[in-house]
């Protein structure tokens, strides 16, 4: 059964950065998607970005807005989320998503419905 775990979340003032990490396990294909979703209480998870394993094409939501960077560790599936410049309405509950479908990221971030397997989250909070 495929699996993501991230790590990496906590409080950081604003202005600072942290770096997220999320490990796939589990894989039953050598081709598929990894991203990251954030969501805030009451509110949709929304896209940060999506990367194609294979390739490395990748694609930012407008919640990366230029402040997010992607990158990863082929040897052992995983992949980075670098976030800086950190602000209060960053915080929320960050999540990594798998999926074996390449239309889930395709030109886009491919909405929630898109991403089979999703990690407990890690949660970001920003100190004003």
């Known amino acids: 059964q495929p699996q993501v775990h991230e790590s990496g979340g906590g409080l950081v003032q604003a202005g600072g950065s942290l770096k997220l990490s999320c490990t796939a396990n589990?894989?039953?294909?050598?081709?598929?998607?990894m991203g990251w979703f954030r969501q805030t209480q009451g509110k949709e998870r929304e896209g940060i970005l999506c990367?194609?394993?294979?390739?490395?094409?990748?694609y930012y939501g407008d919640s990366a807005s230029g402040r997010f960077t992607v990158s990863r560790d082929n040897t052992n599936n995983t992949v980075y989320l670098q976030m800086n410049n950190l602000k209060p309405e960053d915080t929320a509950m960050y999540y990594c998503?798998?999926?074996?479908?390449?239309?889930?990221?395709?030109?886009?971030?491919?909405?929630?419905?898109?991403?089979?397997?999703w990690g407990q989250g890690t949660q970001v909070t920003v100190a004003s």
């Open positions: 589990g894989l039953i294909l050598d081709d598929f998607v």
């Open positions: 990367i194609n394993w294979n390739g490395g094409r990748t």
């Open positions: 998503v798998l999926d074996f479908h390449p239309g889930s990221c395709d030109r886009r971030v491919g909405p929630p419905e898109y991403f089979t397997y």
